[in-house]
């Protein structure tokens, strides 16, 4: 019963979360160079929330991605 009346309160709407994160994975995968001798290049094409773990001290989103990732190693 006390269940029932606090979930209409207890939801929360991820998609502008993923939003930013998506942009900001593209923002890294546009020429980042993780060390002077290593480069990272790709693509995002889609994030797809799969879980949410609930922990004591946050909310954390287990997210599938598809795209495409290159790496070079000088």
Avoid: C, W
């Avoid at 309160?9 to 890294?28: G, M």
Wanted: cysteine-free; glycine content about 4%; charged content about 20%.
């Amino acid at each position: 019963l006390f269940v029932k009346k606090m979930e209409p309160y207890l939801r929360y709407n991820f998609a502008a979360d993923l939003a930013e994160v998506k942009q900001q994975a593209r923002t890294y995968l546009s020429n980042y160079k993780v060390t002077p001798n290593i480069v990272l290049n790709g693509s995002l094409q889609q994030l797809t929330p799969e879980e949410v773990v609930l922990t004591p001290g946050s909310m954390k989103l287990i997210v599938h991605v598809k795209g495409n990732l290159s790496v070079k190693v000088d």
